[in-house]
C-alpha cells in the first residue's frame, strides 16, 4: 500500500503494539507491507528480526513488539512492516497492526509525561487524544538514530 505525499505533519499513522495504540508522522512512512520473514543476521541483536530485500534497496527489519519488551510477538495476517524513511535510510518496523491516519490539532496533543530516571522518554513526542482513543506518539526519527538501536547515525544537525 503506497503512502500519498502530504506536507502536514499533524497527519499521523496510527498503529497497534499489544493494547496499546501509537502514532507516528506519516511524513516517514513510505509504504506498509504485509509481514514476510527477513533473512536473519548472526550476531544481531533479538530485535533486529533480519534484513529484507525492497526492490533492489537492502532493509533492516526492527520487530517493535520486542524492542518495547512487549508480549511474545505473534506473527499473522494483521502483522505488518511500515517502511520508514529515516535520514535517508530506508528501515523496517514491525506492528501487530496498522489502524488509520489520523489528523491531530495543536489542542489534541499533549505533552509526555516526565518520568524522572524511571523510563527513557526522548523518543517520545506526546500524547495525541482522540475522543477516548489515546495514541502514544513517537519521534521515529529520534528512536530510529538512537545508540540503542544503532540502524541510522545521528545526525549532527538533526531538528
Not at 30 to 58: C, D, F, M, S
Given at each position: 500500500?503506497?503512502?500519498?505525499?502530504?506536507?502536514d505533519d499533524s497527519e499521523v499513522l496510527s498503529f497497534k503494539l499489544g493494547k496499546e495504540e501509537y502514532g507516528i508522522s506519516i511524513l516517514k512512512v513510505q509504504e506498509i507491507r504485509g509481514y514476510e520473514q527477513p533473512t536473519r543476521l548472526?550476531?544481531?541483536p533479538e530485535h533486529l528480526k533480519g534484513v529484507i530485500n525492497l526492490r533492489?534497496?537492502?532493509?533492516p527489519i526492527v520487530d517493535?513488539?520486542?524492542?518495547?519488551?512487549?508480549a511474545e510477538p505473534k506473527y499473522d495476517s494483521f502483522t505488518v512492516v511500515i517502511i520508514l524513511n529515516?535520514?535517508?535510510?530506508?528501515?523496517?518496523?514491525?506492528?501487530?497492526?496498522?489502524?488509520?491516519?489520523?489528523?491531530?490539532?495543536p489542542e489534541q496533543i499533549r505533552p509526555a509525561p516526565s518520568m524522572g530516571e524511571a523510563a527513557d522518554?526522548?523518543?517520545l513526542?506526546?500524547?495525541?487524544?482522540?475522543?477516548e482513543r489515546m495514541l502514544i506518539l513517537l519521534d521515529i526519527d529520534r528512536l530510529m538514530q538512537s545508540d540503542e538501536l544503532g540502524?541510522?547515525?545521528?545526525?549532527?544537525h538533526a531538528a
Amino acid at each position: 500500500m503506497e503512502i500519498a505525499n502530504t506536507t502536514d505533519d499533524s497527519e499521523v499513522l496510527s498503529f497497534k503494539l499489544g493494547k496499546e495504540e501509537y502514532g507516528i508522522s506519516i511524513l516517514k512512512v513510505q509504504e506498509i507491507r504485509g509481514y514476510e520473514q527477513p533473512t536473519r543476521l548472526a550476531n544481531a541483536p533479538e530485535h533486529l528480526k533480519g534484513v529484507i530485500n525492497l526492490r533492489g534497496i537492502i532493509v533492516p527489519i526492527v520487530d517493535m513488539r520486542i524492542k518495547f519488551g512487549l508480549a511474545e510477538p505473534k506473527y499473522d495476517s494483521f502483522t505488518v512492516v511500515i517502511i520508514l524513511n529515516i535520514a535517508h535510510h530506508v528501515i523496517g518496523m514491525v506492528v501487530d497492526s496498522v489502524s488509520d491516519v489520523v489528523t491531530l490539532t495543536p489542542e489534541q496533543i499533549r505533552p509526555a509525561p516526565s518520568m524522572g530516571e524511571a523510563a527513557d522518554t526522548g523518543h517520545l513526542r506526546g500524547l495525541g487524544t482522540i475522543g477516548e482513543r489515546m495514541l502514544i506518539l513517537l519521534d521515529i526519527d529520534r528512536l530510529m538514530q538512537s545508540d540503542e538501536l544503532g540502524l541510522v547515525a545521528a545526525l549532527p544537525h538533526a531538528a
